[in-house]
């Protein structure tokens, strides 16, 4: 148990659903990260939340809107998605953005858009 | 810029030992390395910063090699807990050096 927990596990959704996915952290910490893992490809980073301030938008489409209300929480809010967005999302927290910190991830959530 | 891991792949037998790579093109602030088993998050094994450090827990130890822009990751005597594929993280130095950068990760696979 690395103390973030995701939900829902698995989720499978059609290119017109409107769903959320939700993350949370029991770490105390103050930095929450979104990432996708993709078959074949390296985790890529999405979004980074500091203090439930944004700090970085990785180019990703707007399909994809994250929400981060209190430090512990953080949605990944999505609607009309493709299906190359099908992948593991994880989400990660670290205690701050320092650069020696380390992340700790959750279990992920797999999404696959029919 | 994706760090380059080396190699793809391995397979052990159980005891046996193996070392996997990490390199990257920019001037590293950190190195962080990961494993993850099928179907479970990645778990945090350790981080290197930059000053060519070298740590250790159990029988997996690392070194950082700033001038190479390098990390190793040295798996000694593996068990089968060992499973799993390992990514290496790189922070580079300036900018927003907040952001982990993975490699596309090793398979290492240990066999009784």
């Known amino acids: 148990e690395t103390g973030v927990t995701q939900t829902p596990r698995h989720l499978v959704m059609g290119m017109t659903n409107k769903k959320s996915l939700k993350c949370e952290q029991h770490?105390?910490?103050?930095?929450m990260y979104w990432y996708k893992q993709s078959a074949k490809k390296p985790l890529e980073l999405m979004f980074v939340?500091?203090?439930?301030?944004?700090?970085e938008n990785n180019s990703v489409p707007s399909r994809f809107s994250p929400e981060c209300p209190n430090s512990s929480h953080l949605f990944l809010h999505l609607h009309t998605l493709q299906p190359e967005d099908s992948a593991l999302y994880l989400c990660?927290?670290?205690?701050?953005?320092?650069?020696?910190?380390?992340?700790?991830f959750g279990p992920g959530t797999r999404l696959t858009v029919t | 810029q994706q760090p380059v891991q080396s190699p793809q792949a391995v397979i052990l037998r159980e005891g046996e030992d193996a070392v996997i790579n990490c390199s990257s093109s920019?001037?590293?602030?950190?190195v962080h390395w990961y494993r993850q088993k099928h179907g479970e998050a990645p778990v945090f094994l350790m981080i290197l910063l930059k000053g060519g450090e070298q740590k250790g827990h159990d029988k997996i130890s690392a070194s950082f090699n700033e001038k190479k822009q390098q990390s190793s990751l040295y798996l000694t005597a593996s068990q089968l807990s060992y499973s799993g594929t390992y990514f290496c993280g790189t922070r580079n130095s300036g900018g927003s050096n907040y952001k982990l950068t993975f490699g596309k990760g090793t398979l290492l696979t240990v066999n009784p």
């Open positions: 990660a927290s670290s205690q701050d953005l320092q650069p020696g910190r380390e992340q700790y």
């Open positions: 920019k001037a590293l602030y950190s």
């Open positions: 770490l105390g910490h103050n930095a």
């Open positions: 939340y500091n203090f439930k301030e944004q700090t």
